[in-house]
Each structure stands twice: as C-alpha cells, then as structure tokens.
C-alpha cells in the first residue's frame, strides 16, 4: 500500500548549495574578525605558537598564519562539509576549549583575500594542501614535501589581499587580538608573534590589560545554564572605557551598551570598563560577532540585575571621591592664588577671614534642610530647599578612615611631592614638610616606601634625614633654599624637590582679633547650595566660616561645563567675599575698585 505524501508538509532543503555558500562566505564583514578566526583554528588545534606573517610578494600583498598545532588530517571533510564542522562532533565528545561549531569559518577568506592555500601535516605524518579560489566552487587538495620544524602544523596562505585591507598594519592586528582573544590567549599560554614586513616590525600579542582598578569583591551572578564571569575596573572618565562581551575567551561584543537591556546605568558609565563572559550564549553564525536574543540571553539578563545593586553603591562611592577631589584641588589652588596675591597688597587693608580650627580644608556632607550630617543640626538661612551637597570644611571635621574602599589601595610608586611646595618662612624658624608618594591614580601611598632628605645650599638644618616628615630650622641669614627628597620603592626611585624662601619680614594671616579667641584667621572651605532661580551667588556664612555658593544659579551651571572655568567663578566669589569682608564701610565704587584690584593680583597667581 503506498503512501501518499502530503505537498503541505516536508523538510526544508537549499534550492541552490553554491548560492548559499556564497551567502555564507559574504557574511563576514569584518577582516580582522576573520584573522581572529584563523587565530582560533591554530588555537583550538593546541598550537604553542603562532605567527602572523604581512608581507608582500611579487607585488602582491599577502598574510600567512602559521602554527605547531596538530594540523588537519582530512582535507577532504573540511571542504565537502560547510556548515557541519568537525568540532561539533568533538564537543559532543566532551572535548573543551574550543570555539567554533559552524563549519564556515574559512570562508571568511573571501573578505581578506582572493586565494587561500592551507598546508598543514596532521597526525599520519603526511603533508597536504587545500587550494580554495574566491567566487570558485571548486577545491584542489594534493601532497607536497614541505614539512614543519616540529613534525605537525598548519600555514595558511592569503593572496592577493583585497585593495581595502592592503594597509592593514601589524599594530591594528596586534590591538584586535589582543581584546577579541583576551582570555583565549592567556588560557592556552599561546604565543602569537606578528611580523610586518613591510613596516620591518615584529610584534607579539599579548592579553589586553585593563588600565583602570579592578574591583574586589564583586559577587559573580550565577545562571543555572552556565558560567558567567565578571572582571570590572574603573578607570578615569572616557568614552573609550567598555565593557566587552565574551563567550569562553573570545569577545564577541566589544561594547555592552549596544544591547538595549544593558543600555543603561550602571552599564553606560563612562568610567566602568572590563569584561563578562557568558559561556552559554548563542552566537550568530555568519558574523560571530552578535548573539542570539533567545532564553539563555534572557536568563542572563536575569542573573546580571543581582549585580547592578553593588555597581551602583561601588560608581557612587567613586563618584564622590572624585568630587572629594575636586573640591579640594580647587581651594588648594584658590588659597595659593589668593595668598599670593596678599602679598602684593597692603597687609593693613586686607585680611583673611575668620575660620574656625585648621586652615587645611576636608570634605564632609551636609543637608542644606535639617543642619549638617553628622554636626549638631545647625543648618543655614540661604534658602530652604533640601539639597545634599559637597563641603569643604577645617580639619577638626571627624571622618572615619577605619575601613578602606576598593580604590584607597595604591599602586606602584609613580609620583611624589613635597608638601608645601614653596613656602616663605622667617630666620630662625621651625617648618615642617612631608612628603607624598602617589601611585598612578594619584592614590597616596602609605607604606613601603623610604625618603632620603638633603639640603642643596646649606641655609638651615633638618630634624634628620630619612622618614616621612621632617623638621627645617631656618638660618640667621635670608635667601632660597632647595629641600631635596629621594623617594624609593623597590627598583622604582624619584627625586623631588621643595623651594624654600628664607625672608626677614613674613606677612602674617593672623589679624588683629586673634586673640579674642573666637578663632583665627585664614581662608575658609565652601559648600554649595542648590537655589534655582535665586539671584545671590555666594554669601560668607561668619558664624560656621565657610563661604555658601548657590549651585542653582545660572552662572555656576554655566562655569561648570569647562573645569578652568568653573575655578576661576569660584575664585572671583572668593575675592567678592573677602572685599566685602575687609571693606564693610565702603560704597558701591570703592567696593568695584577693590574687586577689580584683588582679582588681577589673583588670577595672575591662579
């Protein structure tokens, strides 16, 4: 009895195979993903090393990728099976670390070159080559007597390279792989060295390293369907710092942002950079460079929101930090140029305003509305809006240092300074000095390192001349000494210096109402206030000695595009409240004249 078939039903089939070959090998767009691919070939035939060979022959651009590998003993399979790689059946076999499951990758050729020849000695000791022409259906296999150094090994050949990727030099190569293969390179221990003849260059690849400060502590998110590993730095603002998307070693989205669901906070900082590797992605097969937004794409959209809670606390942590300091760079830089430029005016007319406790300046918190946090509720009467904002105070503020976050521990030594840099000091006087050693994040390094000190000109004495601190006694006569200090960590040595200006007459901060004991004299720390649409810029708050700026006014925001700009407003508001301090008695011409006078002196030490 026979069957009848229904015409309804049936088994997709390809209409026309080199069609869809042709397809296939097009759907390559990126050169360099294609060497990468290559690179990966050598890899997963467990190659120690391997050699990227640009060149040009005959006048014909070429490149050859060459490794010790175990090489390919059917040459025949690899070219009647497109799309049915021989690693499927490995992996299905329990073999691990390898990439690739789609049979398609050599075809990638047809976008670097118009020729491939692939000679390679597998396991039976006989060496064969695959001769495969762009655009060509058909393929060539025959033996040749070339043999490799170490008995098995596979080179592939691509020539002549297309006119667009001719220019393609042995830095652009050596950058791609080593972010596309970041991990794979550094897991298998391969070495892969490119030699660019026609710049005279070798080059080797090595791991792309992160420059930023890897965060500790991160929990990693689990998924029932496989691993997901997450190594996370953060870095110094820029558009450049990503976080790259991998599967098992190998990138295949250079920018996490570009998928919807990671297209916002945390993921989109521009100081978060690093990597995720989700080794049970989808990838699309033409490309390999995107992913299939299927159920284990969701389940590890799922597992990554575990994650965003810590990011968050870690990128606001970072956050004020950075304010923290910025605000101290700023009144360090607007008490110098201000103190500078009282010394070329009447001491007599100007004085410092009234601060309370240390001049050297610290950041706490407030709360415009309810009195500062953490101080005794006294708030201020600029405004009433509710505001969190970043303070600069004296130092007899209480902040607690007993536990350190992730970006307090240092890095190798990188800089160092002498604190104060300059100063003007009396005969026969006492200053101390300490020296600052920074690793390259500016983080100040509080251990392992020595200091040796020594005086250039002999004006004075040091209380010794090792340790962190130290002690200069001034001489009898004036004149400019140099402290000299040689800061040593491991194999890393810097010298810096401070200048030291010995003068018989020093101008004094005190003022004539030191002794009241209400306070001293000095330059006092600010805060912002937020009051939109409030006319005032800044007010000179006595009782607490700070100096209020209203960060709601238009001038602020405008000032705060551009940081050189932002520092010279505040400044000016500085030079506005010390006038007006200095000058209660004055009318409005005699107040614009002193202004315009303690401004150019300013800003010409700024």
Same mark, same amino acid.
């Given at each position: 009895?026979?069957?009848?078939?229904?015409?309804?039903?049936?088994?997709?089939?390809?209409?026309?195979?080199?069609?869809?070959?042709?397809?296939?090998?097009?759907?390559?767009?990126?050169?360099?993903?294609?060497?990468?691919?290559?690179?990966?070939?050598?890899?997963?035939?467990?190659?120690?090393?391997?050699?990227?060979?640009?060149?040009?022959?005959?006048?014909?651009?070429?490149?050859?990728?060459?490794?010790?590998?175990?090489?390919?003993?059917?040459?025949?399979?690899?070219?009647?099976?497109?799309?049915?790689?021989?690693?499927?059946?490995?992996?299905?076999?329990?073999?691990?670390?390898?990439?690739?499951?789609?049979?398609?990758?050599?075809?990638?050729?047809?976008?670097?070159?118009?020729?491939?020849?692939?000679?390679?000695?597998?396991?039976?000791?006989?060496?064969?080559?695959?001769?495969?022409?762009?655009?060509?259906?058909?393929?060539?296999?025959?033996?040749?007597?070339?043999?490799?150094?170490?008995?098995?090994?596979?080179?592939?050949?691509?020539?002549?390279?297309?006119?667009?990727?001719?220019?393609?030099?042995?830095?652009?190569?050596?950058?791609?792989?080593?972010?596309?293969?970041?991990?794979?390179?550094?897991?298998?221990?391969?070495?892969?060295?490119?030699?660019?003849?026609?710049?005279?260059?070798?080059?080797?690849?090595?791991?792309?390293?992160?420059?930023?400060?890897?965060?500790?502590?991160?929990?990693?998110?689990?998924?029932?369907?496989?691993?997901?590993?997450?190594?996370?730095?953060?870095?110094?603002?820029?558009?450049?710092?990503?976080?790259?998307?991998?599967?098992?070693?190998?990138?295949?989205?250079?920018?996490?942002?570009?998928?919807?669901?990671?297209?916002?906070?945390?993921?989109?900082?521009?100081?978060?950079?690093?990597?995720?590797?989700?080794?049970?992605?989808?990838?699309?097969?033409?490309?390999?460079?995107?992913?299939?937004?299927?159920?284990?794409?969701?389940?590890?959209?799922?597992?990554?929101?575990?994650?965003?809670?810590?990011?968050?606390?870690?990128?606001?942590?970072?956050?004020?930090?950075?304010?923290?300091?910025?605000?101290?760079?700023?009144?360090?830089?607007?008490?110098?140029?201000?103190?500078?430029?009282?010394?070329?005016?009447?001491?007599?007319?100007?004085?410092?305003?009234?601060?309370?406790?240390?001049?050297?300046?610290?950041?706490?918190?407030?709360? #415009?509305?309810? !009195? +500062?946090?953490?101080?005794? &509720?006294?708030? =201020? @009467?600029?405004?009433? *809006?509710?505001?969190?904002?970043?303070?600069?105070?004296?130092?007899?503020?209480?902040?607690?240092?007993?536990?350190?976050?992730?970006?307090?521990?240092?890095?190798?030594?990188?800089?160092?300074?002498?604190?104060?840099?300059?100063?003007?000091?009396?005969?026969?006087?006492?200053?101390?000095?300490?020296?600052?050693?920074?690793?390259?994040?500016?983080?100040?390094?509080?251990?392992?390192?020595?200091?040796?000190?020594?005086?250039?000109?002999?004006?004075?004495?040091?209380?010794?001349?090792?340790?962190?601190?130290?002690?200069?006694?001034?001489?009898?006569?004036?004149?400019?000494?140099?402290?000299?200090?040689?800061?040593?960590?491991?194999?890393?040595?810097?010298?810096?210096?401070?200048?030291? #200006?010995?003068? !018989? +007459?020093?101008?004094?901060? &005190?003022?004539? =109402? @030191?002794?009241?004991? *209400?306070?001293?004299?000095?330059?006092?720390?600010?805060?912002?206030?937020?009051?939109?649409?409030?006319?005032?810029?800044?007010?000179?708050?006595?009782?607490?000695?700070?100096?209020?700026?209203?960060?709601?006014?238009?001038?602020?925001?405008?000032?705060?595009?551009?940081?050189?700009?932002?520092?010279?407003?505040?400044?000016?508001?500085?030079?506005?409240?010390?006038?007006?301090?200095?000058?209660?008695?004055?009318?409005?011409?005699?107040?614009?004249?002193?202004?315009?006078?303690?401004?150019?002196?300013?800003?010409?030490?700024?």
């Amino acid at each position: 009895m026979s069957v009848i078939e229904n015409p309804n039903e049936g088994m997709l089939k390809i209409g026309d195979n080199w069609n869809a070959i042709t397809i296939i090998a097009y759907s390559q767009n990126n050169p360099l993903k294609a060497i990468a691919e290559f690179v990966e070939n050598s890899i997963d035939a467990k190659a120690k090393h391997i050699k990227i060979i640009r060149g040009k022959h005959h006048h014909q651009h070429y490149i050859k990728i060459i490794d010790d590998g175990s090489g390919i003993d059917d040459f025949q399979y690899v070219a009647t099976h497109i799309g049915d790689s021989i690693k499927r059946q490995l992996k299905k076999q329990g073999a691990v670390n390898i990439q690739g499951e789609f049979g398609i990758g050599l075809l990638s050729f047809w976008t670097v070159g118009d020729q491939l020849m692939l000679t390679s000695t597998g396991s039976e000791g006989l060496t064969r080559r695959l001769k495969l022409v762009k655009d060509n259906p058909g393929y060539h296999i025959s033996d040749v007597r070339e043999l490799f150094e170490k008995g098995t090994g596979t080179e592939l050949h691509i020539t002549p390279l297309l006119p667009g990727i001719r220019q393609l030099s042995g830095e652009k190569i050596q950058n791609y792989l080593a972010s596309e293969l970041r991990d794979r390179i550094s897991r298998s221990g391969v070495e892969i060295k490119i030699v660019d003849k026609s710049a005279r260059k070798e080059l080797i690849v090595e791991p792309r390293k992160f420059s930023g400060r890897l965060i500790h502590n991160l929990s990693q998110p689990s998924n029932p369907n496989g691993e997901i590993y997450c190594e996370l730095y953060i870095n110094d603002p820029s558009s450049q710092n990503k976080l790259g998307l991998y599967k098992q070693g190998t990138r295949v989205i250079d920018d996490l942002t570009s998928l919807e669901a990671f297209s916002g906070s945390p993921w989109n900082s521009d100081i978060l950079e690093g990597i995720i590797d989700v080794s049970f992605l989808q990838l699309t097969p033409g490309t390999r460079d995107g992913i299939i937004l299927d159920s284990a794409y969701e389940s590890f959209v799922i597992s990554m929101s575990t994650i965003i809670e810590d990011l968050e606390i870690v990128l606001s942590a970072e956050k004020r930090a950075e304010e923290e300091k910025a605000s101290k760079s700023i009144l360090r830089r607007i008490s110098k140029a201000l103190k500078d430029a009282l010394q070329f005016l009447p001491t007599e007319e100007y004085r410092w305003l009234q601060i309370r406790g240390k001049v050297q300046p610290k950041i706490i918190h407030v709360t #415009t509305e309810g !009195g +500062e946090s953490g101080q005794d &509720g006294a708030g =201020d @009467d600029t405004g009433d *809006k509710a505001e969190t904002e970043s303070v600069v105070m004296p130092e007899y503020a209480i902040e607690d240092r007993s536990e350190k976050s992730f970006f307090d521990f240092p890095g190798p030594l990188y800089s160092a300074v002498i604190s104060p840099t300059s100063t003007v000091m009396s005969v026969s006087t006492v200053k101390t000095f300490q020296l600052k050693a920074r690793d390259r994040k500016r983080t100040p390094i509080d251990e392992g390192v020595s200091v040796k000190w020594k005086l250039l000109n002999g004006l004075g004495r040091l209380s010794s001349d090792s340790g962190e601190i130290i002690e200069f006694t001034s001489g009898l006569e004036p004149g400019v000494e140099e402290l000299i200090a040689e800061v040593r960590e491991n194999d890393a040595t810097i010298s810096t210096s401070a200048t030291i #200006t010995v003068t !018989g +007459e020093l101008f004094s901060e &005190g003022g004539p =109402d @030191d002794s009241t004991g *209400k306070g001293k004299k000095g330059l006092p720390g600010y805060t912002f206030k937020h009051c939109p649409g409030e006319l005032w810029r800044s007010s000179y708050d006595a009782e607490r000695g700070i100096i209020i700026i209203n960060s709601g006014h238009a001038d602020f925001l405008f000032s705060s595009r551009n940081n050189p700009r932002k520092l010279r407003y505040i400044t000016k508001l500085y030079a506005k409240e010390l006038v007006l301090v200095n000058f209660p008695e004055a009318d409005k011409g005699q107040l614009l004249e002193r202004m315009i006078e303690l401004q150019l002196y300013t800003e010409e030490n700024l």
